[in-house]
C-alpha cells in the first residue's frame, strides 16, 4: 500500500506581480472548502501549505468531512499546528472513507492574522468564510462566499501498489475557468468519469505560463514539485500555450515565440521521460476573439499554429490529444466553436470541456 494523491490543487503566491483574482488573509474565521476526490480510499491525510506566506500560519482546528463521516484533524497528535513561512503540513492519518468522485468537505479555524493566504486563484468552487470557529457547526448562515481555496494543497489516500495516477498539469483549460462553479464540469472532470481504473489529480493553473513565472511559477520551475513528486504517478497530461502567447500582450511585452514553446515542450518531454513519465501533449486551444485586450494577436495566433503544427507531427511525446481540433470553430479555427465558447473568446464552457476530455484517447493514457 501507497500514500498517493487522491485530490490535488495548484498554489499561487498572493504577492504575485500579475492578479487575476484579489487574494486575502484571515482573522479568527473558519474557512469551510469543498475539495473534489479524483481518487478514493479509506485512510485520508490532508496537506496544507503556507508555502508563499511570510509569517507563520496557526491553524486552531481542522475537521474532515465525507459522506461517511467526519473526523478532526490531528498533527503528530495535536489540533493545533503552526506552518511557517514556505512550508506545508501533512494531517495524521484519518480513518474516513472517500469514494473516487465524491467530495471531501474541509474547515479550518484561522484564529488569529494569517497575512495574505497562498491559494489557488480559479478553482471554479465556492469557500464559505464566516466569524469565530466553526468546524463543528453544520452550516455556516451569513458566511461570506469567495471563489478560491486556501492554505490546501491536497488530500493524499492509500492505495494498493499498482494503482493507476495521472496528472493533468497546465493552465486554465485544466483548473476549470469557464465551466460552471461547484458543477465539477472542468475537463479533469469528465476525462475522470471516463475512467475505467485510476484517476487524474488536477494541478492546472489559470493563467500559468511554460517559460516564464507570472501567475504562479512557470511549468519547468514547478514540475518535480507537482507532477514528479506524486507516489506513483505514471503519466502527465499537459496543455500550455495560450498564456505564454497572450497574457504577455496585457503586460506590453512580446508574446513567447514558437521556437521557444517548441524547446520548452521538448525539455518538459525530456524531464517526463527522464522521470520514467508518459507524457500526453495537447495541442494549444484557440484563443482569437479573447475579450481582454491585448491577449489576441496575429503574432500570438501565429505562432499557435505552428506549435500545433509541431506537437502534432512531433516524437518528443508519447501521445497528443488534439484540443485545439475537438473545440475550434471549423470555419474559423483562430476560434472556439460558439457552441463551446464560456462568452470570453478564450475558455471553453462545460460542453467544451467535456469535449477536450473527450480527445483524450483512453488507449495512449492506459490508466
Known amino acids: 500500500m501507497i500514500w498517493t494523491a487522491g485530490f490535488r490543487t495548484a498554489v499561487i503566491s498572493p504577492y504575485e506581480e500579475l492578479k487575476l483574482t484579489e487574494p486575502r488573509g484571515f482573522d479568527d474565521q473558519t474557512v469551510r472548502q469543498v475539495l473534489h476526490m479524483a481518487g478514493g480510499g479509506e485512510l485520508l491525510r490532508v496537506r496544507l501549505t503556507n508555502r ?9 482546528a481542522a475537521r474532515a468531512a465525507t459522506e461517511h463521516g467526519q473526523a478532526a484533524l490531528t498533527f503528530d497528535g495535536a489540533g493545533r499546528v503552526t506552518i511557517p513561512p514556505g512550508e506545508e503540513a501533512v494531517s495524521d492519518p484519518m480513518e474516513l472513507a472517500v469514494a473516487p468522485g465524491a467530495d471531501l468537505v474541509l474547515d479550518l479555524y484561522l484564529p488569529e492574522k494569517t ?16 466569524g469565530g470557529n466553526h468546524v463543528t457547526s453544520p452550516t455556516l448562515p451569513g458566511a461570506e462566499q469567495v471563489e478560491a481555496r486556501f492554505f490546501v494543497s491536497g488530500v493524499d ?40 481504473r485510476g484517476w487524474v489529480v488536477n494541478q492546472g493553473i489559470a493563467g500559468n505560463r511554460l517559460l516564464r513565472d507570472e501567475v504562479g511559477e512557470h511549468a519547468l520551475a514547478r514540475f518535480d514539485r507537482d507532477v514528479v513528486s506524486i507516489p506513483g504517478v505514471t503519466h502527465v497530461l499537459v496543455h500550455f500555450g495560450i498564456n505564454d502567447l497572450g497574457l504577455p500582450g496585457m503586460t506590453g511585452r512580446p508574446p513567447a515565440t514558437s521556437v521557444a514553446l517548441i524547446e520548452g515542450f521538448t525539455t518538459l518531454a525530456h524531464r517526463a521521460h527522464q522521470a520514467g513519465l508518459k507524457i500526453l501533449a495537447a495541442t494549444i486551444g484557440p484563443f482569437a476573439g479573447a475579450v481582454p485586450p491585448g491577449i489576441s494577436t496575429p503574432e ?15 516524437d518528443a511525446f508519447d501521445a497528443v490529444f488534439d484540443v485545439a481540433r475537438a473545440v475550434e470553430n471549423p470555419e474559423d479555427p483562430d476560434y472556439i466553436h460558439p457552441a463551446l465558447d464560456s462568452g470570453d473568446g478564450m475558455h471553453l464552457n462545460d460542453e467544451g470541456a467535456r469535449a477536450m476530455a473527450d480527445a483524450v484517447n483512453l488507449e495512449t493514457l492506459a490508466l
Open 300 to 314: 500570438g495566433l501565429a505562432a499557435r499554429r505552428e506549435v500545433n503544427d509541431w506537437i502534432r507531427t512531433t
Open 115 to 130: 497575512g495574505l493566504a497562498t491559494y489557488s486563484h480559479m478553482p471554479k468552487e465556492t469557500a464559505l468564510i464566516a
Open 52 to 60: 508563499y506566506g511570510r509569517t507563520p500560519l496557526t491553524i486552531a
Open 157 to 196: 489516500v492509500l492505495v494498493p501498489d499498482d494503482t493507476a495516477i495521472a496528472v493533468a498539469f497546465g493552465d486554465s483549460w485544466f483548473e476549470g475557468v469557464g465551466s460552471t462553479t461547484g458543477a465539477n464540469n472542468r475537463s479533469v472532470d469528465f476525462l475522470n468519469r471516463r475512467l475505467k
